[in-house]
Structure formats: structure tokens, C-alpha cells
């Protein structure tokens, strides 16, 4: 089984840093993603992390501690275009042996003037 | 990255009707898809998992009967809503992986809605 929280909604102003938390619960951990979908469209890819760590490419870093079910998404310089819903998503190992992603509810960001 | 390709992107049928949505995958071979829900405002919902040539394992509360899961090559899987409600209206998204990939890789969507 799984729980994946995160909050439900965040603003934060343009050219600033905000922070997505996620916390989940599960038994069978096989990796933790990140992906942006805006309204309407399939979500986008942004970072996998599996190890404990920090995994940074450009504007979007992520932090992963296993032992504490806990990661977060960190966005820097934001733009106006960074204004959409972010979704934690653990990989589970099941006992048929499929490994899906399941979702946490999503952040929906607003990034403002 | 690999390319999966969903279609329709949308469609719009009559209640008691059967709607397949097909999911393609490119450029790699999907051993494994995954058929996702989404209701508006709301985060996706795992309906199913379908592994090349077997049955798919569907996630509590999914109706088997009512969403046909099919995947017969490494390439295609399908997903039909059979006798549709409006209820079932949704945004269907497949999701497809392949051996020593790290990522799922998302088809476009499908926006379903049964008038």
C-alpha cells in the first residue's frame, strides 16, 4: 500500500525559489519521480531520484531521504511558465512483480508577478 | 526520451456505447503499460497494469468487465471503456516501460466524455 502527501496548492512570486514537499509511505520503494502537467496535457518527466541525495539539472533539483519516506522538489529563478500542478509519484514493487508509479495528489503552483 | 503515442487525444460518445483508446510505444518495446484515470482538479489514479501477453492486473475498484485491457505486442496495448456512462467521463493516460528503463513515459491523453 501507499500514502503520498503533498500540499495542495503553493504561490510563490517570479525569479524565487519555492520548495514542493512530499512525504509517502510504502512498502515496496523502488524510486521517486517528479513530473509537471499543465491543465489538460500528459505530465512531463522532470527527475528520478532512487538514492539518498540531492539530483540537480538546471533550474530543478530534487532531494530524496529514504529513511524518512521524505523528498521535495526545489524550483529556482521561477517563471511564469513554472505555473502548473507537480506530482510526486513513488515506484512500487508489487508482489506480481509490476512496478508502478502511483501519484500523489499534485501541487498545483502559482507563480505571480 | 522514448515516444508513446496515445489516441484518440479526445473523444465524445454516446452513453451505452464502447470507446478503445490505444496506446502505442514508439521507439522501444513496452513490456509493461500502465492505464491511468484522472478527474478534473484531481491527481492520476492507477486502473491497471498490462505485462506483454498476460492478463492485466487491475487496481481495487476497477471494473474488469467494463475496462477491456488488452496488450498483445510489445508495441500496443489498448484500453476499451465498454458500455459507457457519463460518470466514466475522464482523462484517460497510458504509461509504458520497457526492460533497464528507468522512467514510465506518458502517452499524450485521452479526454473522454459521454453525453
Known amino acids: 500500500g501507499q500514502n503520498i502527501d503533498q500540499p495542495t496548492e503553493m504561490t510563490a512570486t517570479e525569479g524565487a525559489i519555492v520548495q514542493i514537499n512530499c512525504t509517502y509511505q510504502?512498502?515496496?520503494?523502488?524510486?521517486l519521480f517528479w513530473y509537471q502537467q499543465h491543465a489538460g496535457e500528459a505530465p512531463t518527466f522532470l527527475s528520478y531520484?532512487?538514492?539518498?541525495g540531492l539530483e540537480e539539472k538546471g533550474r530543478f533539483s530534487s532531494f530524496l531521504s529514504r529513511s524518512k519516506g521524505y523528498s521535495y522538489l526545489l524550483l529556482k529563478e521561477l517563471q511564469m511558465k513554472d505555473s502548473a500542478s507537480y506530482l510526486c509519484?513513488?515506484?512500487?514493487?508489487?508482489?506480481?512483480?509490476?512496478?508502478?508509479?502511483?501519484f500523489g495528489k499534485g501541487t498545483r503552483l502559482s507563480v505571480i508577478a | 526520451g522514448a515516444v508513446v503515442s496515445q489516441h484518440p487525444s479526445r473523444v465524445i460518445c454516446k452513453s451505452g456505447t464502447s470507446v478503445k483508446i490505444e496506446c502505442r510505444s514508439l521507439?522501444?518495446?513496452?513490456?509493461?503499460m500502465f492505464w491511468y484515470r484522472q478527474f478534473p482538479k484531481q491527481s492520476l489514479m492507477l486502473m491497471a497494469t498490462?505485462?506483454?501477453?498476460?492478463?492485466?492486473?487491475?487496481e481495487q475498484g476497477v471494473e474488469k468487465d467494463k475496462f477491456l485491457i488488452n496488450h498483445a505486442s510489445l508495441t500496443l496495448s489498448t484500453l476499451t471503456v465498454t458500455s459507457a456512462h457519463p460518470e466514466d467521463s475522464s482523462f484517460y493516460i497510458c504509461?509504458?516501460?520497457?526492460?533497464?528503463?528507468?522512467?514510465?513515459?506518458f502517452g499524450q491523453g485521452t479526454r473522454l466524455t459521454v453525453v
Open positions: 504509461s509504458a516501460s520497457g526492460k533497464a528503463i528507468t522512467e514510465a513515459f
Open positions: 521507439d522501444f518495446q513496452a513490456t509493461t
Open positions: 509519484a513513488v515506484r512500487e514493487i508489487h508482489l506480481s512483480g509490476n512496478t508502478p508509479l502511483v
Open positions: 531520484n532512487v538514492l539518498d
Open positions: 510504502t512498502s515496496g520503494f523502488n524510486g
Open positions: 498490462s505485462n506483454e501477453g498476460s492478463k492485466a492486473t487491475y
